[in-house]
């Protein structure tokens, strides 16, 4: 059994605080266990709760929408989320809540290594840069030791808002090009500006 496998079982059977007496399912997160991608969100919801599986309700819909536009697919992408298990009606996760579940969220990055680590939403933000805001840092990547965090809206806060959407959708079809410029960077190459439509092509072929 892979370490990935095995922290996926201590996260199902966690009691390390109170949202383990409410949830149904335990999300640990699910993709490759090499990717270049991972996705973090904030917790699970209604139909993750009862599936046990990240981002299946409408915010995953859209996920995998903006995914198919860059010539991505779900399982090509790690997709996990700052708690993992769902906050009762959906409320924000409690400071304590976040602690508790923060061992998890670095021991999976520690095992999975990707190049780009895409926050979704401002929990996932606050969990590598506390002090900042998402309305301010959205679409501007940030490099954190040999990982480039990209800081994008919650796709749940783009189905609110039309403003939210296309910032989204916006910074998403940047990604292929940070994911490229992430690469050059571990290689020790300077990154080359090239278009949106080419970087994402090249990404097609990756």
Do not use: W
Not at 66 to 91: H, M, W, Y
């Amino acid at each position: 059994m892979s370490e990935l496998l095995e922290l996926e079982g201590r996260i199902r059977a966690c009691t390390d605080c109170t949202l383990s007496r409410t949830r149904t399912n335990a999300v640990p997160g699910e993709g490759p266990e090499n990717p270049r991608l991972v996705f973090i969100g904030e917790g699970p919801g209604f139909y993750e709760d009862h599936e046990g599986r990240p981002f299946v309700g409408a915010a995953g819909r859209l996920l995998e929408q903006l995914l198919a536009g860059i010539g991505l697919t779900r399982d090509q992408v790690f997709i996990t989320n700052v708690v993992k298990c769902r906050p009762p009606e959906n409320r924000d996760p409690l400071p304590g809540e976040v602690q508790a579940c923060r061992k998890y969220l670095e021991h999976q990055l520690r095992l999975l290594r990707p190049q780009v680590v895409a926050t979704l939403g401002r929990f996932s933000l606050g969990h590598f840069f506390p002090q900042e805001t998402i309305g301010r840092v959205h679409g501007r990547p940030r490099q954190t030791g040999d990982v480039t965090i990209y800081p994008l809206y919650h796709p749940a806060a783009a189905l609110r808002s039309s403003t939210v959407r296309k910032a989204l959708e916006d910074d998403m079809k940047r990604l292929p090009a940070v994911l490229k410029e992430s690469g050059l960077a571990q290689a020790g190459m300077q990154p080359q500006v090239t278009s949106a439509e080419s970087t994402t092509q090249q990404l097609k072929l990756l």
